[in-house]
């Protein structure tokens, strides 16, 4: 079975830009996660999907937003880039809201 | 607010040298996991803990939890190198919603 899968892998911006990244969960899976990894935060939520419902939202501006399509796919976005938003954003996939999570690749963004 | 703590951040050890990484957190949680991390990687599962006194194992990994104390214990017997990783314990703090809570994440150097 082939794990979550996100895309792009590496991406540089420079600031004032918007990103959109993409996220395939393990199929069958139905509810899908976010978090940004930074050295100095760690792995901090940022909103969490399930049947193209926004379920929660982190502590994140409104620059951040998400969503999901009827075949659980789902894409971030974050608009007017910032240098604290360089990162590593992982997607998570889970069956079920109260299921293991099971974490992408992630896509490493860059911000200049 | 929902805060988890473990502690060592940094531990380096010798093969073959037992060790226990501790994971403490501030509310009741339904369930507790613990992922590892290589190096420019993502999160790989290892173990989630759903009620007192849970334990689990895998290999030289071993996890218990403590509802009670709210503690969590991730102890490995006669380390090897291939081991190391950063090790981070995460809590849901119920229904799925809120996301998981990190902790900071241990990094491991096991020697030879």
């Known amino acids: 079975k082939a794990g979550v899968t996100q895309t792009p892998r590496y991406l540089i911006k420079t600031r004032g830009q918007q990103v959109t990244l993409s996220c395939s969960p393990i199929s069958g899976h139905r509810s899908v996660s976010w978090y940004q990894q930074t050295p100095g935060q760690g792995l901090q939520f940022l909103f969490e999907?399930?049947?193209?419902?926004?379920?929660n939202k982190g502590n994140f501006p409104g620059r951040f937003s998400g969503r999901q399509f009827s075949n659980s796919r789902s894409e971030m976005n974050v608009s007017t880039l910032e240098l604290g938003d360089s990162a590593l954003y992982l997607c998570?996939?889970?069956?079920?809201?109260?299921?293991?999570?099971?974490f992408g690749p992630g896509t490493r963004l860059l911000v200049l | 607010e929902l805060k988890v703590e473990q502690n060592p951040l940094f531990l380096s050890m010798q093969e073959g040298k037992n060790y226990t990484i501790y994971c403490n957190y501030s509310?009741?949680?339904?369930?507790l996991y613990w992922y590892r991390q290589d190096p420019g990687k993502s999160l790989e599962s290892l173990f989630v803990l759903l009620s007192n006194g849970a334990v689990k194992q895998e290999g030289r990994l071993m996890a218990s939890l403590d509802t009670k104390a709210r503690l969590s214990t991730l102890h490995i017997t006669a380390a090897v190198h291939d081991l190391s990783a950063t090790y981070f314990c995460?809590?849901?703090?119920?229904?799925?919603?809120?996301?998981?809570?990190f902790g900071k994440g241990t990094h491991l150097i096991i020697q030879p």
């Open positions: 509310t009741t949680s339904d369930r």
């Open positions: 999907y399930f049947s193209e419902t926004q379920r």
């Open positions: 995460a809590v849901d703090s119920g229904g799925g919603a809120d996301g998981l809570t």
């Open positions: 998570a996939s889970s069956f079920g809201v109260e299921e293991t999570q099971y």
